[in-house]
C-alpha cells in the first residue's frame, strides 16, 4: 500500500509539472494572434493589447533621442499589440525578414525598416517600446540597440489601409529570466493599426464636375489620384481619375491647367518639394503620354505642404492634404 501510495503520489506530482510547463508555453490569458499575420513558428505571447480605436506613432526613421524620431507618421485606427518571445537560438534579423516576406506575400510595401545602431541607442525609446513592461515593472524591449531590428510596412484595402510595425530585439535585461525569458533570447513586438476608409479617396470626380469648379473658383481638388507611399508612381487606381481629367481637357481644347501637388507634413519641406513636383510631373507626363494632352497645356508644380486644407496632426487630416489640384492657367 505504502509503495502504492508513493508510485500515485509521484504520478500526481509529474503531472502537476506537465501542467505547470504547459502552461509556461501557453499565450497570456485571452490573447490570439491578429487574423492578418501568423506568428513566427513556435513563438509565445507574452504581452497583448487591443483597442477599437486610437493614435499610434509609425516610425520612419532614426532616433537622435529618447524622446524623437527623424521621421514618423501618425496613423489612427484599431490597434493590436502583440509581444512575442522566440525560439532561443534565433536572430532578431531572421525573425524580422520572417515578417519581411509574408507581408510581402500579402501585398503590404514596406515604409522603413533599418536595424543596429543606424536606428539609433534611442530608438525603442523614442518609439514607445519602452512603455511595454513585463511584471513587475520591466521594460525588456529596450537598451539592446545593438541588436535590435525594425520595419514599417501598409498596403491599402478597401476598408481602409493597414499599417504594421515589427520590432526585434535580443533579451539583455539584468533580470535576464523574468518570465521564463532566457538571456539573449528573443522577443519581437508586432504592432498593427486598422486605418478607416478615407471616402473621399473612394470618389472619382466626373469631368463634368471639374468643369464647374474650375469656372466657379479657378481650380479643383482631387483624391482618386494616388500613389506609392512616398514614391511618384501612379497607382491603378487613379486610371479614372485621369480617364476624367483627359475629357475635361479633350472637351475643353483651350483649357491649359497647372497640375499642383500637394502632400502632408511628413517630412522635411524640401523633401515634399520635390516629391510633389514629381508626382505633378507623373500626372502630366501620363496624360500627355497615354491621352495625347499637348504638354503646353500642362504646367507641373509643385508646393509641398505649403497650402493644406486640414490640420496635419491626424491621419484624416493630411489625407485631405495629399492631393492633387488642378488650376486654370
Given at each position: 500500500?505504502?509503495?502504492?501510495?508513493?508510485?500515485?503520489?509521484?504520478?500526481?506530482?509529474?503531472?502537476?509539472l506537465?501542467?505547470?510547463?504547459?502552461?509556461?508555453?501557453?499565450?497570456?490569458?485571452?490573447?490570439?494572434?491578429?487574423?492578418?499575420?501568423?506568428r513566427?513558428?513556435?513563438?509565445?505571447?507574452?504581452?497583448?493589447?487591443?483597442?477599437?480605436?486610437?493614435?499610434?506613432?509609425?516610425?520612419?526613421?532614426?532616433?537622435?533621442?529618447?524622446?524623437?524620431?527623424?521621421?514618423?507618421?501618425?496613423?489612427?485606427?484599431?490597434?493590436?499589440?502583440?509581444?512575442?518571445k522566440?525560439?532561443?537560438?534565433?536572430?532578431?534579423?531572421?525573425?524580422?525578414?520572417?515578417?519581411?516576406?509574408?507581408?510581402?506575400?500579402?501585398?503590404?510595401?514596406?515604409?522603413?525598416?533599418?536595424?543596429?545602431?543606424?536606428?539609433?541607442?534611442?530608438?525603442?525609446?523614442?518609439?514607445?517600446?519602452?512603455?511595454?513592461?513585463?511584471?513587475?515593472?520591466?521594460?525588456?524591449?529596450?537598451?539592446?540597440?545593438?541588436?535590435?531590428?525594425?520595419?514599417?510596412?501598409?498596403?491599402?484595402?478597401?476598408?481602409?489601409?493597414?499599417?504594421?510595425?515589427?520590432?526585434a530585439?535580443?533579451?539583455?535585461?539584468?533580470?535576464?529570466?523574468?518570465?521564463?525569458i532566457?538571456?539573449?533570447?528573443?522577443?519581437?513586438?508586432?504592432?498593427?493599426?486598422?486605418?478607416?476608409?478615407?471616402e473621399?479617396?473612394?470618389?472619382?470626380?466626373?469631368?463634368?464636375?471639374?468643369?464647374?469648379?474650375?469656372?466657379?473658383?479657378?481650380?479643383?481638388?482631387?483624391?482618386?489620384?494616388?500613389?506609392?507611399?512616398?514614391?511618384?508612381t501612379?497607382?491603378?487606381?487613379?486610371?479614372?481619375?485621369?480617364?476624367?481629367?483627359?475629357?475635361?481637357?479633350?472637351?475643353?481644347?483651350?483649357?491649359?491647367?497647372l497640375?499642383?501637388?500637394?502632400?502632408d507634413?511628413?517630412?522635411?519641406?524640401?523633401?515634399?518639394?520635390?516629391?510633389?513636383?514629381?508626382?505633378?510631373?507623373?500626372?502630366?507626363a501620363?496624360?500627355?503620354?497615354?491621352?495625347?494632352?499637348?504638354?503646353?497645356?500642362?504646367?507641373?508644380?509643385?508646393?509641398?505642404?505649403?497650402?493644406?486644407?486640414?490640420?496635419?496632426?491626424?491621419e484624416?487630416?493630411?489625407?485631405?492634404?495629399?492631393?492633387?489640384?488642378?488650376?486654370?492657367?
Amino acid at each position: 500500500m505504502k509503495q502504492n501510495g508513493w508510485k500515485q503520489c509521484l504520478k500526481v506530482v509529474m503531472m502537476t509539472l506537465a501542467l505547470c510547463g504547459s502552461a509556461f508555453a501557453a499565450d497570456i490569458v485571452g490573447s490570439a494572434d491578429h487574423p492578418l499575420l501568423k506568428r513566427y513558428e513556435g513563438s509565445q505571447i507574452i504581452l497583448f493589447q487591443q483597442r477599437a480605436y486610437d493614435e499610434y506613432t509609425v516610425p520612419l526613421g532614426r532616433a537622435p533621442t529618447s524622446s524623437s524620431l527623424e521621421k514618423s507618421v501618425t496613423v489612427e485606427g484599431a490597434l493590436t499589440r502583440l509581444t512575442y518571445k522566440v525560439p532561443p537560438g534565433r536572430s532578431p534579423l531572421e525573425v524580422v525578414r520572417n515578417y519581411e516576406k509574408e507581408l510581402g506575400e500579402k501585398g503590404f510595401q514596406i515604409l522603413f525598416q533599418s536595424g543596429g545602431e543606424s536606428l539609433g541607442s534611442y530608438f525603442s525609446e523614442a518609439a514607445g517600446y519602452g512603455k511595454l513592461k513585463l511584471p513587475p515593472n520591466i521594460p525588456v524591449l529596450t537598451h539592446n540597440a545593438d541588436t535590435q531590428r525594425f520595419l514599417a510596412a501598409e498596403a491599402a484595402r478597401a476598408d481602409g489601409r493597414i499599417t504594421v510595425t515589427v520590432y526585434a530585439v535580443e533579451n539583455r535585461f539584468w533580470a535576464a529570466n523574468v518570465d521564463d525569458i532566457r538571456k539573449g533570447q528573443v522577443l519581437v513586438q508586432v504592432d498593427i493599426v486598422e486605418g478607416k476608409p478615407m471616402e473621399e479617396k473612394m470618389v472619382t470626380v466626373s469631368s463634368a464636375k471639374m468643369a464647374e469648379q474650375i469656372e466657379s473658383t479657378g481650380s479643383v481638388a482631387l483624391y482618386g489620384i494616388l500613389f506609392d507611399s512616398d514614391r511618384a508612381t501612379l497607382r491603378q487606381e487613379s486610371r479614372p481619375t485621369l480617364d476624367e481629367i483627359a475629357k475635361l481637357l479633350k472637351g475643353e481644347p483651350k483649357l491649359k491647367l497647372l497640375v499642383v501637388g500637394h502632400t502632408d507634413n511628413v517630412g522635411s519641406f524640401s523633401y515634399n518639394m520635390d516629391l510633389s513636383r514629381q508626382r505633378a510631373e507623373a500626372v502630366a507626363a501620363e496624360l500627355s503620354g497615354r491621352y495625347g494632352i499637348a504638354t503646353s497645356r500642362l504646367h507641373p508644380v509643385g508646393v509641398s505642404y505649403a497650402s493644406p486644407v486640414a490640420s496635419n496632426r491626424s491621419e484624416e487630416g493630411r489625407a485631405r492634404n495629399r492631393r492633387v489640384e488642378l488650376v486654370e492657367d
